[in-house]
């Protein structure tokens, strides 16, 4: 890739071409270098000659890029809750919010595939569902859904397997909340297996009823907790696209990755997260 060009460079060519862009260089683009554009087109590979075919295809690896850009932030912000830094932890979470809003926009690029469209190259993908993605998988595991059930599927894929097990017996995002919180003075339960599904605790609920109720805009673990509630119904907002995505284009059919299809993703979207910023709500 080319290397770094400063301000006063900037500067000195756009005098040098008169306002107008750069037309030559020395090898390809500093853009296709820096993107990757060729590699990306490259991996369009449909299976089939329907049309409709490249626009799942498309999104399907846009989602894929969305949720390995939501793991690193999450990822960020729970570095920088376990260090206590909770005003900078808001703000990525809050960032990875507004990813959210790209990632569930891009549902609307399916919104018309008709069962007819989808039949056109459904059985040529075979078994190939989006239940195997594993790093929607490391996005359910930092926030608190484990499964060791669900990392199975990459058994045959080393790296990616090791990667999903380390995942799982790490603390989620919401644990590292929650040791915040009991560090915060807060009667917070101790954490037990990280490995394990997080089970809703009274305590917990009754931590953020104080915050709630005895704080106030301003006050950063009232922000923290507005953050993860927008986090929560943004990811419910992905789920439940997801569920009429499915339900207009195939409806109550089994899924291509052996589960029952729409009644598998109705039982996911009733999977809170972070159940106590929900239930909290009905006590204030």
């Known amino acids: 890739m080319a290397g770094r060009v400063g301000g ?165 995002l919401y644990d590292s909340v929650l040791s915040l919180l009991a560090r915060r003075g807060f009667e917070i339960p101790p954490q037990k297996d990280p490995a394990a599904e997080y089970v809703p605790s009274p305590q917990v609920e009754a931590a953020w009823v104080g915050i709630y109720t005895e704080q106030g805009p301003g006050d950063e673990l009232w922000s923290l907790g507005e953050a993860l509630t927008d986090l929560s119904e943004r990811f419910s907002d992905w789920r439940y696209r997801h569920l009429m995505a499915v339900r207009r284009s195939m409806g109550a059919k089994p899924g291509s990755g052996g589960s029952s299809g729409l009644s598998w993703l109705e039982r996911s979207l009733r999977r809170e997260v972070f159940p106590e910023l929900w239930s909290a709500r009905t006590l204030i």
């Open 8 to 172: 006063r460079e900037r500067a000195d060519r756009a005098a040098a071409n008169r306002g107008l862009p750069t037309l030559e260089f020395e090898t390809g683009t500093p853009y296709e270098e820096y993107v990757g554009t060729a590699v990306l087109h490259d991996l369009l590979r449909p299976v089939t000659d329907a049309p409709e075919e490249l626009a799942f295809l498309v999104t399907s690896q846009v989602m894929e890029l969305y949720f390995g850009l939501i793991r690193s932030e999450w990822t960020l912000a729970q570095r920088l809750l376990d260090d206590d830094d909770v005003t900078g932890a808001i703000a990525v979470i809050g960032r990875s919010v507004r990813h959210f809003d790209a990632l569930n926009a891009a549902w609307a690029g399916l919104s018309w595939l008709t069962p007819t469209q989808f039949n056109s190259f459904r059985d040529d993908l075979g078994e190939a569902s989006g239940f195997q993605s594993a790093m929607y998988r490391h996005l359910e595991f930092l926030l608190g859904n484990k499964s060791e059930a669900m990392i199975r599927p990459h058994r045959r894929s080393p790296k990616v397997h090791g990667e999903l097990l380390d995942a799982l017996g790490r603390p989620s």
